[in-house]
């Protein structure tokens, strides 16, 4: 980015930008920019994840969804959000009334500033700043407190309820989600997102997922803690809605309300990126790895513009099947207790998660003493390296995928389920 | 508001004082999983309960006394009112119990279409009970499966009376009507097709490793607390306890038929910690009856006998002064009592119905000593009360 600006300034304004005195104002410009672009994506993906949401729950649970509003209801989410920015923002009496109003906005401002270091494409994040994964971890934590504010600021049972079992949950499995992020981390040797997808190939074997057993693992324990960070089911005991009412947001109305639920589906599209980011390549694309290395080892600007595009449809496609893996779940788990979500995560996650990080540190020494430093671009099966991450691949990625197949189509043959898009 | 006022619990003549450090929390009567306007009052220590007290009432709607004030004839209305998802065990309760009261012989044709209905109704009742435990658990997907099953019970069960939810079906005598000509085919294959549905339910939800934990030894009711409470029908049942008046006192036409009585066995298996008579106990043999219910419509469809359904019946109804007849049957929430006296005129004197919701709440506060907030909403559930049935 301030390579970028720094060349506009010389080349396109003629002045040098080291000793222009309006550089910084076109920084400031260029960066007001960018944050408008990512807090409309992060709004506008939550909203239109609304509507997918609710559409997807309705072909699974045989009905139909919203699909007034718009071609196939896709316009369901506009409606919705206007209702809400029209309706009374209705403040308790028995409120703390200043907690109350303040509450959303940690929600939502914990939510928007992850996307100042998630990657979207090839060069393309907002900043690429070197401890991005810290910044996540530590960013996210101001969620939590905006949910607790909410609970307590509620003066309502229930609202104390959601906040409280939310404050135990995020903290809980903020533990696990730290330790684990540390598994990438040590493979790639860097906290900075794009270097982390550079350390991956743009094929499935090449993914830290299917690199090692730990990394496989490493997926599931930090996609757990992700979803109970985010308060999804089957971990959304903060608001279960049969038990406690709405939880955290009982009382709230409104743009405020609404607040809370872009912060919740918006979430969708950040613990899928970062969930994309560390194990599944980024934005690698697939078989493309050498021909990229070659165009920036022409010189710059000789990547083509293609590639940006491509690289950017490429992790939309991996995050997106992602955000859907996740619908999935939540429409088709139960909810756990308090004290299971407690034992999942201090019994399970939080040793595993330690033992997958011991375990990647001896791997990772191991395979310095016999084959040395990692080489810049991912191994192919010429190594004995690429050979190892091939033959687990097929292990932990081609043989679930191939048991998931057989298992499905059992199950609509046993049924008779057949695919029905004609009332879509 | 003082904080007397905060930790003082008034239910009736009752007066709960909550201990220092706990929470008086009122569950209902609007809350979403009170399954209708019932009000528990917790008290709770964090998470944990110290109990829950029942508050029952408000959906009373004197339903025995308008007995007294309408004809024998004008009170099969209401009974449909006393449990809304079971409609039909109401109806042939209090037609029972007439017929006992004026020495009717109800035609065989109409004691087999009553007990294809209420068969039919007990499976639409159950699937109600385990589409909301599952939706109760956060499972929210179950809950429209099972209700479209139900909705083809509604089709069937409209085809054969005219009504989805308030059937007003059996009468004094038998019943309203005569089943269509090409209603036994539409039955049969609704049926064989119910079968599979159930498998599928199975590999959806029973079977789901956060479900079965989440109910596996949870509010376990031995055997003797069973009886001693009073619990009757599948919450007597999943405590291991015997007993089905379908077989054991059979009326109508259950006497023709063969079938099962599913008992708790600790269904969830011992690695989840599954006890007999636990909560997931109770959800599977609701799970289980609803296969026998099959059986029974299927082999009630088989031997369907022709003939009258309706005995001749005076038009005005005058039982002898001052008799009484009582009627047992097998609800779908379990066992349901009509006590009928006569005076004499065309209106009972005294009109009174035992329902199983109202005895289920009796034992709510027991076990929900230590229980979570979470596991008091699973309790409820799987005991499967019903508002309009407890207050009636």
């Not at chain 1, 550089?23 to 506008?44: E, N, P, R, S």
């Not at chain 2, 005058?318 to 349901?336: H, L, N, T, V």
Request: proline share 5%; charged share 20%.
């Amino acid at each position: 980015m301030k390579e970028l600006l720094d060349k506009i300034v010389l080349e396109r304004l003629g002045h040098d930008p080291a000793t222009w005195p309006l550089t910084q104002g076109v920084y400031l410009a260029a960066m007001l920019l960018v944050a408008v672009l990512l807090v409309t994506f992060g709004a506008v993906f939550a909203g239109i994840v609304s509507w997918w949401e609710r559409r997807v729950a309705g072909r699974m649970q045989s009905r139909i969804g919203p699909n007034r509003v718009g071609p196939g209801g896709f316009l369901q989410w506009i409606a919705d959000a206007l209702k809400l920015i029209l309706k009374e923002d209705l403040i308790p009496d028995e409120s703390d009334k200043v907690l109350f109003r303040l509450a959303p906005y940690f929600v939502i401002v914990g939510f928007l500033l992850t996307f100042v270091v998630l990657p979207f494409g090839y060069h393309l994040s907002a900043t690429n700043m070197n401890v991005g994964l810290f910044y996540v971890v530590s960013i996210t934590a101001l969620v939590v407190v905006g949910i607790l504010i909410s609970g307590w600021a509620s003066n309502s049972k229930w609202a104390l309820f959601g906040g409280i079992r939310a404050a135990a949950q995020v903290v809980s499995y903020e533990i696990p989600a730290g330790l684990v992020i540390l598994v990438p981390i040590m493979m790639a040797g860097s906290l900075n997102m794009h270097d982390i997808i550079r350390a991956q190939g743009g094929n499935p074997w090449n993914w830290f997922m299917f690199q090692t057993p730990m990394g496989f693992a490493a997926f599931f324990v930090l996609f757990t803690s992700l979803l109970a960070e985010g308060n999804r089911t089957p971990f959304d005991l903060p608001e279960a809605e049969s038990e406690i009412v709405a939880g955290y947001n009982t009382e709230y109305s409104g743009m405020r309300f609404a607040y809370f639920f872009l912060a919740e589906w918006g979430n969708l599209w950040v613990m899928s990126a970062i969930l994309t980011t560390l194990f599944l390549g980024g934005w690698q694309v697939p078989f493309l790895d050498s021909r990229l290395r070659m165009w920036e080892a022409a010189g710059p600007g000789n990547v083509p513009a293609w590639f940006y595009l491509l690289s950017a449809g490429v992790f939309a496609l991996k995050t997106l099947i992602l955000v859907n893996v996740v619908i999935w779940i939540r429409w088709t788990f139960p909810r756990i207790r308090v004290d299971q979500m407690m034992s999942l995560c201090w019994k399970y996650l939080v040793p595993i998660a330690m033992g997958l990080v011991v375990l990647t540190a001896v791997n990772e020494l191991v395979s310095f003493q016999i084959w040395g430093p990692k080489a810049q671009e991912p191994v192919g099966l010429s190594h004995p390296r690429g050979w190892i991450h091939f033959a687990w691949f097929a292990v932990g990625g081609l043989l679930p995928l191939v048991a998931f197949a057989m298992k499905t189509r059992r199950n609509i043959a046993l049924t008779g389920d057949r695919v029905d898009l004609t009332n879509w | 508001m003082s904080l007397d006022q905060l930790t003082i619990t008034r239910v009736g003549d009752r007066v709960e004082h909550a201990d220092q450090g706990e929470m008086v929390l009122n569950m209902g009567p609007q809350h979403p999983s009170t399954h209708g306007v019932i009000n528990f009052v917790v008290h709770a220590d964090g998470e944990v309960m110290k109990r829950a007290i029942p508050q029952v009432g408000y959906l009373h709607r004197a339903i025995e006394k308008i007995g007294e004030i309408v004809t024998y004839n004008g009170f099969m209305p209401y009974t449909d009112r006393v449990d809304y998802l079971a409609a039909m065990f109401a109806n042939e309760g209090y037609a029972i119990a007439v017929e006992k009261l004026m020495g009717l012989q109800v035609p065989p044709r109409a004691q087999y279409l009553r007990a294809i209905s209420c068969e039919l109704n007990r499976i639409a009742s159950h699937l109600v009970s385990i589409g909301t435990m599952a939706m109760d658990i956060g499972a929210v997907t179950p809950f429209p499966y099972a209700l479209r099953e139900r909705e083809s019970i509604n089709d069937l069960i409209e085809a054969l009376c005219g009504a989805r939810l308030t059937y007003n079906y059996h009468r004094i005598g038998g019943v309203a009507f005569d089943m269509p000509d090409d209603w036994i085919p539409l039955c049969r294959k609704w049926l064989d097709h119910f079968d599979k549905t159930l498998d599928e339910w199975d590999r959806l939800i029973s079977r789901n490793e956060i479900f079965v934990q989440r109910l596996a030894g949870l509010a376990v009711v031995p055997a003797a607390m069973a009886i001693d409470y009073g619990l009757v029908g599948p919450n007597l049942r999943a405590s291991g306890v015997d007993f089905d008046l379908r077989r054991d006192h059979p009326y109508g036409a259950y006497a023709d038929f063969k079938f099962e009585v599913p008992i708790g066995k600790g269904y969830a298996g011992a690695r989840a910690g599954g006890k007999v008579g636990d909560s997931y106990d109770r959800f599977y043999c609701r799970v289980l009856e609803c296969r026998e219910s099959v059986r029974i419509t299927r082999q009630a469809c088989d031997k369907l006998p022709g003939g009258e359904f309706m005995a001749k019946v005076p038009k005005k109804i005058r039982p002898e002064a001052w008799s009484e007849a009582q009627s047992r049957i097998e609800a779908a929430r379990g066992e349901m009592a009509y006590y009928v006296v006569s005076d004499g005129g065309e209106r009972p004197y005294r009109v009174r119905a035992r329902t199983g919701s109202y005895l289920a709440m009796g034992i709510i506060e027991d076990l929900s000593r230590g229980l979570m907030i979470a596991d008091l909403v699973a309790l409820i559930a799987s005991l499967d009360v019903v508002a309009p049935e407890i207050d009636r």
